[in-house]
């Protein structure tokens, strides 16, 4: 802006001093020093506005040009960003989700404490054998895993929480089993079989699951016995047997529906007691009591006063299940 007003000023004055220059010489015959010095004035002036008016537009012009470049350059590459998200989220940091055991080995992704609690569980089983249904068998399978025995403060119910697991841990095994059993059937690629037939597999395949821990479930089952683990054992054994039946073709919406697993819950806690005490070759004589008593709940009718009977058996059964477990354990032996 100064460089222009300064050429304005220029213009004027060269105007002026051009208009004396031009004159005629005989106007003014008496001034000849005067107008040399106003024409060296003139040339003074209009070299200086020649030489300010380059660098005053150079340097204007060259700032707008970088002001314009930068802008291009920031547009594009907000556009590249916009039209490819994929590579604006690697740019973008992300959160650290690793973590470091014991060993100082780095997981690539962050484990909840419940799948941390459900790895050190599962591989405490192994020294099940060895140490029994203890927190002693936990605090091995958590150095298994390059932790601390110390791990065993994770679970508050202590061996109750083992047991647990191994429960659960079978009854989704059976759950898939009869299930893609139930996919072939419909697909027709296997024969449907007799609800009784039905039956007696689910159980006898679920009781064998217990097998590699037969010499110590009946301090399981004495675990599950206790007051605060009775409400989550109940749970999963009234799951296991609706599964049963329910695979087994049951829709019943009836009194029936109480009945029938009212009944086969008293059977598989019966078989489960027999199993124990079973020392016949592949537990043949419990698979041969199985097969007398699932005929039973098939056969059953949906009366009111056969399932007032059959809870009364239920609950007598629970009741002799404690006790063989106490006789089994030693608890009742007087010292």
């Known amino acids: 802006m100064a460089a222009l007003l300064r050429g304005l000023r220029a213009g004027r004055a060269l105007r002026a001093l051009g208009s004396v220059v031009a004159a005629p010489t005989a106007a003014n015959p008496q001034c000849p020093g005067l107008r040399r010095g106003f024409h060296r004035a003139a040339v003074r002036l209009q070299d200086e506005s020649k030489s300010d008016k380059p660098s005053s537009s150079s340097s204007s012009s060259t700032t707008y040009h970088e002001h314009y470049q930068a802008h291009q350059e920031e547009a594009a590459s907000q556009e590249a960003g916009a039209s490819d998200p994929a590579a604006a989220e690697e740019e973008a940091p992300r959160p650290n989700t690793s973590y470091h055991d014991q060993s100082g080995e780095q997981s690539e992704e962050y484990e909840t404490e419940e799948q941390l609690q459900t790895r050190i569980l599962a591989a405490a089983l192994e020294f099940v054998p060895l140490h029994g249904w203890s927190a002693e068998a936990i605090a091995a399978g958590a150095e298994t895993l390059g932790l601390s025995s110390a791990s065993t403060g994770m679970f508050q119910n202590g061996a109750g929480d083992l047991v647990l697991h191994f429960i659960t841990q079978c009854n989704s095994q059976l759950t898939e089993i009869l299930a893609e059993q139930h996919n072939q059937v419909q697909l027709g690629q296997a024969e449907p079989k007799k609800t009784a037939e039905f039956l007696r597999d689910a159980v006898e395949t679920r009781l064998r699951m217990n097998i590699p821990y037969i010499d110590t479930w009946p301090q399981a089952m004495s675990i599950l016995l206790l007051p605060h683990n009775i409400p989550d054992s109940l749970k999963h054994l009234s799951s296991l047997v609706d599964d049963m039946w329910y695979y087994a073709g049951d829709r019943s919406t009836d009194m029936n529906w109480y009945t029938k697993r009212a ?71 007087r010292r």
Request: charged residues 15%; without cysteine; hydrophobic residues 40%.
């Open 263 to 333: 009944a086969l819950t008293g059977i598989y806690n019966t078989t489960e007691l027999v199993m124990l005490q079973d020392s016949s070759p592949d537990f043949q004589d419990t698979w041969n009591f199985l097969d007398n008593r699932i005929q039973d709940v098939v056969n059953m009718a949906g009366t009111v006063k056969q399932v007032q009977s059959t809870g009364e058996a239920v609950v007598q059964g629970l009741m002799g299940a404690a006790v063989t477990l106490k006789n089994l354990t030693g608890l009742n032996q």
